[in-house]
T-cell receptor, first 114, second 111 residues
Framework: NAGVTQTPKFQVLKTGQSMTLQCAQDMNHEYMSWYRQDPGMGLRLIHYSVGAGITDQGEVPNGYNVSRSTTEDFPLRLLSAAPSQTSVYFC?????????????FGQGTRLTVV | GDSVTQMEGPVTLSEEAFLTINCTYTATGYPSLFWYVQYPGEGLQLLLKATKADDKGSNKGFEATYRKETTSFHLEKGSVQVSDSAVYFCALSGANSKLTFGKGITLSVRP
């Protein structure tokens, strides 16, 4: 049972480079989201999706793009990496958008922008 | 908007000590409340939850009670183990169904 799978686990980018963080879930969950985790800041929502073809911005969306062409996949794109985007990124999914629903998290991608 | 405030850390305890981690929240309506735990090198996983006032969530010896009158959801465990060393996040899911997290607190348990 894979759950939520994120790749890569570690990445170093140079300022200005672009890349895509991959996220896939095999639980047929409707709701998927991306967070970044920074020391002393907790987790902050970047983008989320309530189903295939539907995405919306979270708390800190600038510099990131997302798309949701399938239920399973929710990639996060960094268009032009900046040192401020150095962080640990987590993808999460849940069955629906009911407020009682548990979120399942991937193991994270540690990104360093130099 | 919704917000979650956790006590400042880190916290270091000896094995078998009593644990309390404070969490208070601000939200409109009637949010659901959660504690998530992050073990070293891993993602977050749900520890326990409560969906209405006076509910008590419990799991692995941890407990937390949803107190609407004090807008709190404090996490407790009677006897911590070394294996409980982790980062603990309080979170709420409110009217917009998005999770709002506290800053997290690191717990270290010494043998």
């Amino acid at each position: 049972n894979a759950g939520v799978t994120q790749t890569p686990k570690f990445q170093v980018l140079k300022t200005g480079q672009s890349m895509t963080l991959q996220c896939a879930q095999d639980m047929n969950h409707e709701y998927m989201s991306w967070y970044r985790q920074d020391p002393g800041m907790g987790l902050r929502l970047i983008h989320y999706s309530v189903g295939a073809g539907i995405t919306d911005q979270g708390e800190v969306p600038n510099g990131y793009n997302v798309s949701r062409s399938t239920t399973e996949d929710f990639p996060l794109r960094l268009l032009s990496a900046a040192p401020s985007q150095t962080s640990v990124y987590f993808c999460a999914s849940s069955y629906g958008i009911n407020i009682n629903t548990e979120a399942f998290f991937g193991q994270g991608t540690r990104l360093t922008v130099v | 908007g919704d917000s979650v405030t956790q006590m400042e850390g880190p916290v270091t305890l000896s094995e078998e000590a009593f644990l309390t981690i404070n969490c208070t929240y601000t939200a409109t309506g009637y949010p659901s409340l959660f504690w998530y735990v992050q073990y070293p090198g891993e993602g977050l996983q749900l520890l326990l939850k409560a969906t209405k006032a006076d509910d008590k969530g419990s799991n692995k010896g941890f407990e937390a009670t949803y107190r609407k009158e004090t807008t709190s959801f404090h996490l407790e465990k009677g006897s911590v183990q070394v294996s409980d060393s982790a980062v603990y996040f309080c979170a709420l899911s409110g009217a917009n169904s998005k999770l709002t997290f506290g800053k997290g607190i690191t717990l270290s348990v010494r043998p």
